[in-house]
């Protein structure tokens, strides 16, 4: 496996975090730019919910390996944090490829 240019599944945060949240972390490392980019703060969730595409019936994102469910309002949340990140951070990682 390809490891991600990313690395916010380390970046430190001001939670605490579990192996569930961990695992998104790394979930959102490995999502392309290009379509994390396109995320809209003002979306609905079922906007949401179709634009990842990987979230099950019952409105939970499907993740490996974890202790609890995620749901649409955390993994917004989390993508936040993550769209921040990368735009900090953005820059320094363009240019170590």
């Given at each position: ?13 001001d ?17 392309p ?40 309002r ?5 993508l ?13 990682v363009?240019?170590?490829?």
């Amino acid at each position: 496996m390809e490891q991600p240019v990313w690395n916010f599944e380390q970046e430190a945060g001001d939670e605490r975090l579990d192996e569930t949240s961990v695992n998104l972390r790394a979930y959102l490392d490995r999502m392309p730019d290009e379509k994390m980019q396109q995320y809209s703060s003002d979306w609905t969730d079922e906007q949401v919910i179709e634009w990842d595409n990987n979230f099950r019936d019952d409105g939970k994102l499907m993740l490996l390996c974890c202790e609890r469910d995620v749901d649409v309002r955390e993994f917004c949340k989390v993508l936040e944090s993550c769209i921040n990140y990368r735009n900090h951070v953005r820059a320094m990682v363009t240019k170590r490829r």
